[in-house]
């Protein structure tokens, strides 16, 4: 199998990721918010929802019919995908009304002018991706990554930890070979030690670990917090600007659920992903016990800029962005 490499152009500068301090949080303009009060809010008839394997949460809001219950009369449809750019994309143009992805995807899909709208966020369960090596890997340390192959989806999480990774090496994105490629091809990749390392999510990076028996370099436990989020497509939310509302109200309810139903949930999250329940345990322990879904804030939106920002200093993406532009915000 022949694998197309892209060489990404250097690391300028020191990558700096982190929360901001907390302070009250502003009121910025958003290009999706409400146009105006006396806009007609019309019935929700159709909610599609966009997923991935990681998608945990919406996994238990569709097997429960939680947003059957919220929205009576609304016809649910559920879509899955291989990771967020690919999601995102079909939101952007409306095949999607609501879907859940890393913290990169969207910064990539504003600077592609892509419609899209941050609504919600969560934490990202620190050890749920990671740099993997083979197994006989002669890689020891992080300064070891020189001149080798790594794969990862581009536009992906993933893609954003390998850039702090390459900081912490003190390496540039034109020391390392980058492999772009979607989870299910670099697992293949992987397999036929045609890579030197990949960065990964669970639940593929615990298959990984279980039938390569992978090596985890580094993982996200070794970087600041970070966030994923539930994006939307801003024409839908004008019409409906309620849903969000009573969105984050259906996903914190499944995450109550699982609380309470450990057992019940490990037997249905190794169901959805086609997988023994010590991988589904695997990943849902990585899970904080508290993981709350809120609507985007100025803080938040500030952590994503310094992403963005990051992103466009090492020309990863074609222009500057402003990630409150891309902002749903309760008024």
Not at 240 to 258: E, G
Request: hydrophobic residues 40%.
């Amino acid at each position: 199998m022949r694998f197309k490499t892209t060489f990404s152009i250097g690391l300028t500068s020191l990558f700096i990721f982190g929360l901001s301090a907390c302070q009250k949080p502003k009121t910025p303009v958003s290009s999706s918010k409400k146009s105006n009060a006396s806009q007609q809010v019309t019935t929700i008839k159709n909610i599609t929802v966009g997923y991935q394997k990681s998608a945990l949460t919406l996994l238990i809001v569709r097997q429960q019919k939680l947003l059957e219950q919220q929205f009576p009369e609304a016809k649910i449809q559920w879509k899955e995908f291989p990771a967020g750019p690919q999601m995102l994309e079909a939101l952007s143009v409306g095949a999607v009304d609501l879907g859940f992805v890393g913290n990169t995807p969207p910064i990539f899909a504003q600077a592609a002018g892509k419609n899209i709208s941050y609504v919600a966020y969560e934490a990202v369960p620190i050890r749920s991706q990671a740099l993997i090596i083979p197994n006989n890997s002669s890689i020891t340390t992080l300064t070891d990554l020189k001149g080798k192959r790594i794969a990862v989806q581009k536009g992906s999480s993933s893609h954003e930890l390998l850039g702090k990774i390459l900081a912490k090496a003190n390496l540039t994105w034109s020391d390392i070979v980058p492999v772009w490629l979607a989870p299910a091809d670099a697992r293949a990749a992987f397999d036929q030690h045609a890579l030197d390392g990949w960065v990964i999510w669970d639940p593929f990076l615990a298959v990984a670990e279980r039938d390569t028996k992978a090596k985890v370099l580094i993982d996200g436990a070794s970087f600041p917090a970070t966030y994923q989020f539930y994006i939307s497509n801003p024409h839908y939310l004008n019409a409906h600007p309620d849903v969000v509302s009573k969105f984050i109200t259906v996903a914190n309810n499944a995450n109550t659920w699982m609380t309470q139903h450990p057992e019940q949930t490990i037997t249905y999250y190794a169901q959805a992903i086609g997988q023994d329940p010590n991988i589904a345990k695997k990943s849902l322990d990585k899970r904080p016990k508290d993981i709350t879904i809120r609507a985007v804030n100025s803080n938040i939106l500030h952590s994503q800029q310094q992403i963005a920002d990051y992103f466009y200093t090492v020309k990863l993406i074609p222009q500057k962005i402003d990630i409150q532009k891309a902002a749903w915000l309760s008024q």
